[in-house]
Antibody, heavy 119, light 107 residues
Framework: QVKLQQSGAELVKPGASVKLSCKTSGYTFSTSYMSWFKQIPGQSIEWIGMIYAGDGGTGYNQKFKGKATLTVDTSSSTAYMDLSSLTTEDSAVYFCAEGYNYPYVMDAWGQGASVTVSS | DIQMTQSPASLSASLEEIVTITCQAS??????LAWYQQKPGKSPQLLIYGTTSLADGVPSRFSGSRSGTQYSLKISRLQVEDIGIYYC?????????FGSGTKLEIK
């Protein structure tokens, strides 16, 4: 059974950074493609970027370049997303999701992690 | 970027009724279209991929179709458990993009 377990809610100050994690199980992480998404409550879903766990290769939405950095740790089957220079506009729920059949189709999603940026 | 124009924004229908949601792609995406359902406070769940293929465990009352660059999701007999927000997503090229969502309620 494929499972993606995300880290918990974060309350951070403007200008700070935060690192979210997504621990996976139930499939071969080392050859998988992990995407990250942003959703502001009441709004649609935005794709932030994707990482291939096999070699750490990444692709980003231009909108999030410089804001998000994706990494993986294959030894623990965990994906990470660093968000830097946070502003109130970064307050949202962030999801990791896996396209293990087709990289661009999300078969499995994490439960989401809420990030609140506030002083 | 490929724009996905989804309609309607909200929909209220009776149980057992047929419901249709549409998405218009701004350019050719072939059959690279997926549909997701999201319930309040939960993550999206894959319903349909490749325009017409049902994801594992999805009831057969859900179906997808395409006419040119217009894509449709049909629920043949609406059930209580179908309430939620539905999103289309183009899976043709990055950046992956989603429709604005359709909020489905029971009348």
């Amino acid at each position: 059974q494929v499972k993606l377990q995300q880290s918990g809610a974060e309350l951070v100050k403007p200008g700070a950074s935060v690192k979210l994690s997504c621990k996976t199980s139930g499939y071969t992480f080392s050859t998988s493609y992990m995407s990250w998404f942003k959703q502001i409550p009441g709004q649609s879903i935005e794709w932030i970027g994707m990482i291939y766990a096999g070699d750490g290769g990444t692709g980003y939405n231009q909108k999030f370049k410089g804001k998000a950095t994706l990494t993986v740790d294959t030894s623990s089957s965990t994906a990470y997303m660093d968000l830097s220079s946070l502003t109130t506009e970064d307050s949202a729920v962030y999801f990791c999701a896996e396209g293990y059949n087709y990289p661009y189709v999300m078969d499995a999603w994490g439960q989401g992690a809420s990030v609140t940026v506030s002083s | 970027d490929i724009q996905m124009t989804q309609s309607p924004a909200s929909l209220s229908a009776s149980l057992e009724e047929i419901v249709t949601i549409t998405c218009q792609a701004s350019q050719n995406i072939g059959n690279w279209l997926a549909w997701y359902q999201q319930k309040p406070g939960k993550s999206p769940q894959l319903l349909i991929y490749g325009t017409t293929s049902l994801a594992d465990g999805v009831p057969s009352r859900f179906s997808g179709s395409r006419s040119g660059t217009q894509y449709s999701l049909k629920i043949s007999r609406l059930q209580v458990e179908d309430i939620g927000i539905y999103y289309c997503q183009q899976a043709s090229s990055t950046p992956l993009t989603f429709g604005s969502g359709t909020k489905l309620e029971i009348k």
